[in-house]
């Protein structure tokens, strides 16, 4: 079992940084692709961010260039960067972890956080 722990959320103006945190525990898989995901209200939950085992990172075309997906291995930790926060940004950010052992697939979600951009 995996559980994560996601912070860093809260309320930023426009123009501003907010670094986010997701903190895994428990099983440890060696093939597995790190991401996060955000939900803004009457909208689906959408991928913005993936880093794998490997530490390849890709990035929704919306975020690309303001956004940085990153991890501390000996922390257990991933982190996304988010710059430049505009208020199409608030939502519910979710931590995810897809990992992969003997042809099976876990995905495993943090509880989320919420980011808020607005003057």
């Known amino acids: 079992q995996v559980r994560l722990v996601e912070s860093g959320g809260g309320l930023v103006q426009p123009g501003g940084s907010l670094r986010l945190s997701c903190a895994a525990s428990?099983?440890?898989?060696?093939?597995?692709?790190m991401g996060w995901y955000r939900q803004a209200p009457g909208k689906q939950r959408e991928l913005i961010a993936t880093?794998?085992?490997?530490?390849?990172?890709n990035y929704a075309d919306s975020v690309k260039g303001r956004f940085t997906i990153s991890r501390d291995n000996a922390k257990n930790t991933v982190y996304l960067q988010m710059n430049s926060l505009k208020p199409e940004d608030t939502a519910v950010y979710y931590c995810?972890?897809?990992?992969?052992?003997?042809?099976?697939?876990?995905?495993?979600w943090g509880q989320g956080t919420q980011v808020t951009v607005s003057s």
């Open positions: 995810n972890k897809k990992a992969y052992r003997l042809a099976q697939t876990y995905d495993y």
């Open positions: 428990g099983s440890i898989f060696s093939v597995y692709v």
């Open positions: 880093i794998n085992s490997g530490g390849s990172t």
